[in-house]
């Protein structure tokens, strides 16, 4: 069975920063493109960023280019997402889900909240 486990969301004061993680189980975690999206309130599902097996090639939508950065670690089956300079239009659920367009299965989601 396929388990996507997000964690380290939370509460952040803009210009603070956050690290993202995800346990994936259930998969051959190596062998697969992975994505962040989120969807903020009254919002569609956005995708944030990419990352390809083997870690080669990334993506980001443009609102998050230099401020966050997507990695894995396929020893250990996680996926990250460090987040720095966050802004409140950065307040979200945060998903991470299979696939390079983030179309296959996704986690239960962690919140993230920017606001002073």
């Known amino acids: 069975e396929v388990q996507l486990v997000e964690s380290g969301g939370g509460l952040v004061q803009p210009g603070g920063s956050l690290r993202l993680s995800c346990a994936a189980s259930?998969?051959?975690?190596?062998?697969?493109?992975m994505t962040w999206v989120r969807q903020a309130p009254g919002k569609r599902l956005e995708r944030v960023s990419s990352i390809n097996s083997g870690g080669s090639d990334l993506y980001y939508t443009d609102s998050v280019k230099g401020r966050f950065t997507i990695s894995r670690d396929d020893a250990k089956n996680m996926l990250y997402l460090d987040m720095r300079s966050l802004k409140t239009e950065d307040t979200a659920m945060y998903y991470c889900?299979?696939?390079?367009w983030g179309q296959g299965q996704r986690g239960q989601g962690t919140q993230v909240t920017v606001s002073s």
């Open positions: 259930g998969f051959t975690f190596s062998a697969y493109s």
């Open positions: 889900a299979m696939e390079w």
